[in-house]
């Protein structure tokens, strides 16, 4: 009698290893999703020790999730308490615990409804790490062989490294693309050094070459400026004088093209001091309210009772200034305003300056043009005045940008860095 009960123990546990081999090997985690794996887990596990349920949970900081169970249920995202319960025992000790009657052995710590025999076997990391648990339940009474226990081991830990391996792709997925952020940022970066390095040779190249040519054409140029000034002096007749005229005026714009050429091309050295900007603005004004193309045009100047101040050349930030209001001024016809604001921004610890007109709209496609060299919407424009204004913002380490629309006009803004005393 006593061998053949030995030999049906042995046909069982034959069994078990075939049947716990088949399951196993059945088991694949090529699809990539871990619940679906972890649920072929629980399922294997529930059949082969014959028990009600079997669940997995991850466990962190004494509370617990429900990853996968062998019992179809709704999602449950949320976290659990481990403390007092039979799951916080196995994930505490790290060891594993059976409980054969929950209501007779409370003093592991409690179990959920309508459990009456326990399973807990620790999720261990290759590393020895605790990070969750697999636990099976029974609504009966019953005890858990050794050779139940060690096939819960070995599913435990076929669930723990198929659980680490899943975080630790996680880390390196979120590692790679933070990585290919910042290498995109940087690869960004480089280009825009790169397209500055390249802008400031080609304009230490233009310097070079346009002083040589201004220089060639000052001198015969200032010869015809004191010929034709000569002749405007003589009785001429009236076509003679048109015609003298309009020759000054063309001598005179082409001084001009030549001095705003050799200020753009020239390096931007900057005198610097400390700027009041609201008391700048208001010397500008001064002097713009009394130019021909501002008379009979209102420029409205917004400002807080709190003092601004920069630091900058102020000539330099006067000529900026200059620049935008009186291209506004040209924008508008008599009797419209021209605004200007001036803000502070603390968080980005800067000044805007902000001017805005009324007027015809400018075309989306223009806008990027603007500021280019020798691009001019004026029949009469040299192309240099926004492109050299947009050059000493950038020197003072500041932002030019330009909006335009039919609604609320254009709106052009500087941004510059606060002096902070």
């Known amino acids: 009698m006593a061998n053949n009960k030995l030999d049906s123990l042995n046909n069982n546990s034959w069994k078990y290893q075939q049947r716990t081999l088949e399951i196993l090997s059945s088991l694949s985690h090529r699809t990539g999703d871990l619940k679906v794996y972890l649920k072929e887990i629980a399922k294997g596990v529930s059949e082969l020790i014959s028990v009600d349920s079997s669940a997995i949970t991850i466990c962190q900081q004494g509370f617990g999730q429900l990853l996968a169970s062998n019992i179809e249920h709704h999602e449950d995202k949320r976290t659990h308490s481990l403390h007092g319960q039979l799951t916080g025992t196995v994930v505490n000790t790290g060891q594993s615990l059976v409980v054969e009657d929950t209501e007779n052995c ?9 459990c009456r025999a326990y399973l807990g076997i620790p999720l261990r990391t290759p590393q020895g790490e605790v990070i969750g648990t697999i636990c099976s339940f029974h609504q009966k009474p019953r005890n858990f062989s050794t050779l139940e226990i060690e096939i819960v081991e070995l599913f435990a830990e076929r669930a723990a490294t198929a659980i680490d391996n899943h975080y630790l ?13 910042e290498v995109n940022l940087k690869t960004e970066e480089l280009q825009a050094t790169q397209t500055k390095l390249i802008e400031r040779e080609n304009l230490a190249a233009i310097g070079e070459f346009a002083a040589s ?4 054409i000052r001198n015969p140029l200032s010869t015809i400026n004191l010929v034709l000034e000569y002749f405007s002096k003589s009785d001429l007749s009236e076509q ?14 082409l001084e001009k093209l030549l001095k705003e050429i050799l200020l753009y091309a020239k390096p931007q050295i900057l005198d610097i001091s400390e700027i009041n900007i609201n ?11 009394n130019l021909p193309d501002t008379i009979n045009k ?12 920069i630091q900058g050349d102020e000539d330099k930030i006067k000529q900026v200034l200059i620049n935008i209001i009186q291209n506004a001024c040209e924008a508008v016809v008599s009797g419209e305003k021209v605004k200007l604001q001036v803000n502070i921004n603390p968080r980005l610890q800067e000044v ?3 001017v805005r007109n009324g007027g ?17 919407t004026k029949s009469s424009g040299t192309g240099l005045g926004l492109a050299i204004t947009k050059r000493i913002i950038e020197a003072h380490n500041g932002e030019l940008s330009i909006e335009s629309n039919a609604e609320e006009g254009t709106l052009v803004t500087v941004r510059l860095p606060l002096f902070l005393a």
């Open 213 to 216: 040519i201004v220089h060639e």
């Open 352 to 354: 805007c300056i902000q």
């Open 106 to 114: 409370t003093e592991y710590g409690e179990a959920p409804p309508g």
């Open 169 to 181: 792709y996680q880390q390196q997925r979120q590692f790679n693309q933070f990585l290919e952020k």
């Open 298 to 309: 209102s420029i409205e100047f917004e400002y807080g009772n709190v003092e601004v101040s």
């Open 360 to 376: 015809e709209p400018i075309p989306p496609h223009i806008l990027p043009l603007l500021t280019q060299p020798f691009f001019s």
């Open 279 to 289: 008391k700048c603005i208001q010397k500008v004004l001064e002097l713009q309210r």
């Open 240 to 253: 003679l004088r048109k015609r003298l005229n309009l020759a000054l005026d063309e001598a005179k714009r």
